[in-house]
């Protein structure tokens, strides 16, 4: 059976509507990079270096990464001749099926989950500069736990700029879910202790926590972050459980920068990837596990509340490669 078929089968045993907004999300990058891909196709007959060449381009220009593309191309190349592959058409089930690999790794099943247990008091720390959609994240993620059946509570962590806290707020009411905060400026590890005695004083299931972004200061941001995580940990050892960094997805490879940045100050345990809708360059999911191995969590998929989804790799690889997928079965 060949991997695309597989492929079908096993996004067919998952939810429709999860798969539908993985296609739609990936509209525009799908149009892009599928529409370069059949280009290419077109272009070569046959699988030689030329082919390899401006593969190699296509996929550096949708943000997958450097050394994740050359990575790619030499496994490509050694799969091709293992395979004794001719026609470049056959290439691009082993493409969708290397982007599989790649993002998976060694594990059977990729560790993608939010690391929320029963329980417990869950406390999940957001992370990442202004403008990604960090307080947006943070509203939409209540919203899904709540429908699941979960207790939140916000932390208004982000004291600095002007707005955030009345922001979160909306979102609190939006959802209908409580905010504990402070007023503009205060210390961003009170407004901690603060909701994490609250939380536990209401046996909350999961505490969000929204904090401060400005890249500017960097080092005051970083030194600020580190007080934060100390003064949860005392309160609740272990915690916080997840460290999340929100990386706007149209920034590219400005987002690979900031991911670097906060990897280095920070313990981030996963990504949050905004506005994947919004880019024809949605390769950055690649670049960020193959270049920083820290695993994609969360996609934003759309403007609706519940457009904020788990990342899932099939889903992924489905929505960039449907389109070749479903002209390879009408062929059939």
Same mark, same amino acid.
């Given at each position: 059976?060949?991997?695309?078929?597989?492929? =079908?089968?096993?996004?067919?045993? *998952?939810? %429709?509507? $999860?798969? &539908?907004?993985? !296609?739609?999300? @990936?509209?525009?990058? #799908?149009?892009?990079?599928?529409?370069?891909?059949?280009?290419?196709?077109?272009?070569?007959?046959?699988?030689?270096?030329?082919?390899?060449?401006?593969?190699?381009?296509?996929?550096?220009?949708?943000?997958?990464?450097?050394?994740?593309?050359?990575?790619?191309?030499?496994?490509?190349?050694?799969?091709?001749?293992?395979?004794?592959?001719?026609?470049?058409?056959?290439?691009?089930?082993?493409?969708?099926? =290397?982007?599989?690999?790649?993002? *998976?790794? %060694?594990? $059977?099943? &990729?560790?993608? !989950?939010?690391? @929320?247990?029963?329980? #417990?008091?869950?406390?999940?720390?957001?992370?990442?500069?202004?403008?990604?959609?960090?307080?947006?994240?943070?509203?939409?993620?209540?919203?899904?736990?709540?429908?699941?059946?979960?207790?939140?509570?916000?932390?208004?962590?982000?004291?600095?700029?002007?707005?955030?806290?009345?922001?979160?707020?909306?979102?609190?009411?939006?959802?209908?879910?409580?905010?504990?905060?402070?007023?503009?400026?205060?210390?961003?590890?009170?407004?901690?202790?603060?909701?994490?005695?609250?939380?536990?004083?209401? !046996?909350?299931?999961?505490?969000?926590?929204?904090?401060?972004?400005?890249?500017?200061?960097?080092?005051?941001?970083?030194?600020?972050?580190?007080?934060?995580?100390?003064?949860?940990?005392?309160?609740?050892?272990?915690?916080?459980?997840?460290?999340?960094?929100?990386?706007?997805?149209?920034?590219?490879?400005?987002?690979?920068?900031?991911?670097?940045?906060?990897?280095?100050?920070?313990?981030?345990?996963?990504?949050?990837?905004?506005?994947?809708?919004?880019?024809?360059?949605?390769?950055?999911?690649?670049?960020?596990?193959?270049?920083?191995?820290?695993?994609?969590?969360?996609?934003?998929?759309?403007?609706?509340?519940?457009?904020?989804?788990?990342?899932?790799?099939?889903?992924?690889?489905?929505?960039?490669?449907?389109?070749?997928?479903?002209?390879?079965?009408?062929?059939?």
């Amino acid at each position: 059976m060949s991997f695309f078929k597989k492929l =079908k089968e096993k996004i067919t045993k *998952q939810t %429709d509507s $999860v798969t &539908e907004k993985f !296609k739609e999300g @990936l509209t525009k990058t #799908r149009d892009s990079f599928a529409g370069k891909m059949n280009d290419l196709v077109a272009k070569y007959r046959k699988v030689d270096e030329e082919f390899f060449e401006e593969l190699e381009e296509l996929l550096i220009s949708a943000d997958v990464g450097v050394m994740t593309v050359m990575d790619l191309i030499d496994e490509l190349k050694m799969e091709v001749k293992r395979r004794n592959i001719h026609d470049t058409k056959e290439v691009q089930a082993v493409i969708s099926e =290397k982007l599989v690999e790649i993002y *998976q790794g %060694d594990q $059977v099943e &990729e560790n993608n !989950k939010l690391n @929320l247990e029963p329980g #417990r008091l869950n406390v999940v720390l957001f992370v990442g500069v202004n403008g990604v959609g960090k307080t947006t994240t943070i509203g939409k993620l209540a919203h899904k736990l709540k429908s699941e059946g979960n207790s939140v509570l916000l932390a208004a962590g982000d004291t600095f700029r002007a707005g955030a806290i009345e922001q979160l707020e909306v979102w609190g009411e939006r959802v209908g879910v409580d905010v504990i905060k402070q007023s503009e400026g205060s210390d961003p590890a009170a407004v901690m202790y603060d909701a994490v005695q609250a939380a536990k004083a209401r !046996k909350v299931d999961v505490l969000l926590c929204d904090t401060a972004g400005r890249l500017q200061n960097k080092v005051n941001l970083m030194k600020e972050l580190e007080k934060v995580k100390r003064v949860i940990e005392k309160e609740i050892p272990g915690a916080p459980h997840e460290v999340l960094l929100v990386l706007d997805a149209t920034t590219g490879q400005n987002a690979m920068t900031q991911a670097k940045q906060f990897s280095q100050a920070t313990d981030v345990s996963g990504i949050v990837l905004t506005k994947l809708d919004g880019t024809a360059k949605g390769g950055i999911v690649l670049a960020i596990k193959g270049e920083l191995d820290i695993p994609v969590k969360l996609v934003g998929l759309g403007e609706k509340m519940d457009d904020l989804q788990e990342f899932n790799t099939e889903q992924y690889v489905y929505g960039l490669f449907s389109g070749i997928i479903e002209a390879q079965e009408e062929e059939n």
